[in-house]
C-alpha cells in the first residue's frame, strides 16, 4: 500500500496557533467545512470528532494531519489543551471525579503564601461543574483586531484562557470574536484599547514563558513555574478568602495596580 499523499496546500501553523484555527485556515483553499475535510480526507474510517477540536482530539487524528501536511506531530498536539499536559494543567478535560482533588493541588500545593497546612480548605460547588484551571465554563472566544484581519495568521490557543488579555504583538486589548468580525463585515473602525503597563508586562512575560520556555527579568532569566514567574497568576485566582488580606499580596497589588482583594484572573 502506498504512503499517504500529502496534500498539495497546507500553510503552517503560527506560534501558540490554536488546532481549530489552523484548520479553519487549512480548509478553506479547499471551500470546505473543517469537519468535512477531516472526514473524508485523512483516509480514517469511522473517525469521531468532537465539537472542541481545541481540546483533546484524537491521536489518529493528528498523525493523519502530520503525513497530509508535513507538520510535526508534537507541534500539532502542542495546538491543543491536552498538549499542555502537565505545563499548565495536571489533566485535560478534568473529570467529575477528580475535580476537588485536582483544584486542591491548584490552589494549595504550590502556594508561596501559605505554609502547607495553614491554607483553608475549600469545598467545590461549581455549578456548571469546574472543568479545571483556567478552563472557563464557556470558552473564551477572543481575538486580536489587528490578528484577525490578515487572513494569513490564525488565533493563538492562549487567548482562550485567563491567561492572557492582549496581544502582546500590537499591543491592544483582546475583543469577543464575534463583534471583531461584525465589524469587520459592517466595514466598522474597531477602537484599539490599550492594556495598562503593569498588566502589559505580565502578558508579555506570560508570551515569553509560553514560547521561549524562559523569562527575562530584570537580572536574571527563570524558568516558568518556579514561583516568581507563576505567582501572580496563582494568586489572582486563590481559593481562600484570607490570601488576599496577607500583607505580600497587598504589596504586589498595590505595585501592579490591582486593587487588594480582587481575586479573578486579570482583564
Not at 500529502?6 to 503560527?14: E, K, S, T
Not at 482533588?101 to 491548584?106: I, L, S
Not at 492594556?195 to 530584570?218: F, I, K, N, W
Amino acid at each position: 500500500m502506498s504512503p499517504p499523499r500529502r496534500w498539495p496546500l497546507h500553510p503552517q501553523p503560527g506560534p501558540l496557533e490554536a488546532l481549530s484555527s489552523w484548520l479553519g485556515r487549512l480548509a478553506e483553499p479547499y471551500e470546505m467545512p473543517v469537519h468535512e475535510l477531516l472526514r473524508h480526507n485523512l483516509g480514517l474510517v469511522g473517525l469521531t470528532l468532537s465539537a472542541d477540536l481545541d481540546i483533546d482530539p484524537p491521536m489518529t487524528m493528528l498523525a493523519a494531519l502530520a503525513e497530509k501536511t508535513g507538520v510535526d506531530l508534537a507541534r500539532l498536539r502542542s495546538m491543543t489543551l491536552a498538549g499542555w499536559v502537565p505545563w499548565l494543567f495536571d489533566t485535560v478535560p478534568v473529570g467529575a471525579q477528580d475535580a476537588q482533588r485536582v483544584f486542591d493541588a491548584y490552589v494549595r500545593d504550590n502556594s508561596v503564601l501559605f505554609a502547607r497546612k495553614a491554607a483553608t480548605h475549600h469545598v467545590l460547588r461549581f455549578k456548571p461543574e469546574w472543568a479545571g484551571p483556567w478552563l472557563l465554563p464557556r470558552p473564551a472566544l477572543r481575538a486580536c483586531p489587528d490578528c484577525i484581519a490578515d487572513p494569513d495568521r490564525g488565533l493563538s490557543l492562549m487567548w482562550r484562557l485567563p491567561l492572557m488579555t492582549s496581544c502582546v504583538e500590537h499591543d491592544c486589548r483582546l475583543l469577543e470574536i464575534s463583534e471583531v468580525r461584525a465589524a469587520l463585515v459592517l466595514g466598522r473602525d474597531i477602537p484599539r484599547e490599550p492594556l495598562p503597563a503593569p498588566r502589559a508586562d505580565l502578558d508579555r512575560h506570560t508570551h515569553q514563558a509560553l514560547t521561549t520556555g524562559r523569562v527575562a527579568l530584570p537580572g536574571r532569566s527563570v524558568t516558568p513555574g518556579c514561583g516568581s514567574v507563576s505567582c501572580a497568576p496563582s494568586w489572582t485566582r486563590s481559593a481562600s478568602p484570607r490570601v488576599v488580606k496577607a500583607p505580600a499580596v497587598r504589596r504586589c497589588c498595590s505595585r501592579s495596580g490591582r486593587p487588594p482583594g480582587t481575586r479573578n484572573a486579570p482583564g
